[in-house]
T-cell receptor, first 116, second 118 residues
Framework: GAVVSQHPSRVICKSGTSVKIECRSL??????MFWYRQFPKQSLMLMAT?????????EQGVEKDKFLINHASLTLSTLTVTSAHPEDSSFYIC????????????FGAGTRLSVL | AQKVTQAQTEISVVEKEDVTLDCVYE???????LFWYKQPPSGELVFLIR??????QNEISGRYSWNFQKSTSSFNFTITASQVVDSAVYFC???????????????FGKGTKLSVIP
């Protein structure tokens, strides 16, 4: 149980294009999902908190127009990196918090974005 | 503000040795959750354990054990008889139990990279 699926696992794109990353909770409902960014050999940096049916809450310094988040259902949140540039290249990882009251975040396998 | 410190950046052990990963935290909350996650080279974070601040009992799960000491604000993780498959980055994390904003965000440490040498 508690499986989070994240797609794609890897994407290479040209500068200026937009990339959409999906995060799905497969066997549980998640009213809250989180998006993180991880630089090599570093910890996870929270980018935003996504709540189903409402606007995402972005952390300080994260451009909401650059990183569009949609959480349209209890099992799906998407992150769209708009007009990607080489500095957006990174490892993006999502998590979903189970609504069973145990407050455990389960993570997806991550997406490695490379912008040429 | 919450803070999690994992002072050990990298540890190398020989297979079958025991190894302890340290985690020290800071929080103003009187109640909170502590977590350990494992991140193998594939990248996915794997949930290992959640401990709430009410419960100071140590926990054992197979070769894994956790020592929660509220008096020293530490939540250390020990792997007994380490194996090559234990090689990964291990993250300690902290979250509030009662979130006024409803977000229950995790505060992560910087992680400890464990290399188990055959």
């Amino acid at each position: 149980g508690a499986v989070v699926s994240q797609h794609p696992s890897r994407v290479i794109c040209k500068s200026g294009t937009s990339v959409k990353i999906e995060c799905r909770s497969l066997d549980f409902q998640a009213t809250t999902m989180f998006w993180y960014r991880q630089f090599p050999k570093q910890s996870l940096m929270l980018m935003a908190t996504s709540n189903e049916g409402s606007k995402a809450t972005y952390e300080q310094g994260v451009e909401k127009d650059k990183f569009l988040i949609n959480h349209a259902s209890l099992t799906l949140s998407t992150l769209t990196v708009t007009s990607a540039h080489p500095e957006d290249s990174s490892f993006y990882i999502c998590s979903a918090r189970d609504t069973d009251g145990r407050n455990i975040q389960y993570f997806g396998a991550g997406t490695r974005l490379s912008v040429l | 503000a919450q803070k999690v410190t994992q002072a050990q950046t990298e540890i190398s052990v020989v297979e079958k040795e025991d190894v302890t990963l340290d985690c020290v935290y800071e929080t103003r909350d009187t109640t909170y959750y502590l977590f350990w996650y494992k991140q193998p080279p594939s990248g996915e974070l794997v949930f290992l354990i959640r401990r709430n601040s009410f419960d100071e009992q140590n926990e054992i799960s197979g070769r894994y054990s956790w020592n929660f000491q509220k008096s020293t604000s530490s939540f250390n993780f020990t792997i007994t008889a380490s194996q090559v498959v234990d090689s990964a980055v291990y993250f300690c994390a902290l979250s509030e139990i009662y979130s006024g904003a409803g977000s229950y965000q995790l505060t992560f440490g910087k992680g400890t990279k464990l290399s188990v040498i055959p």
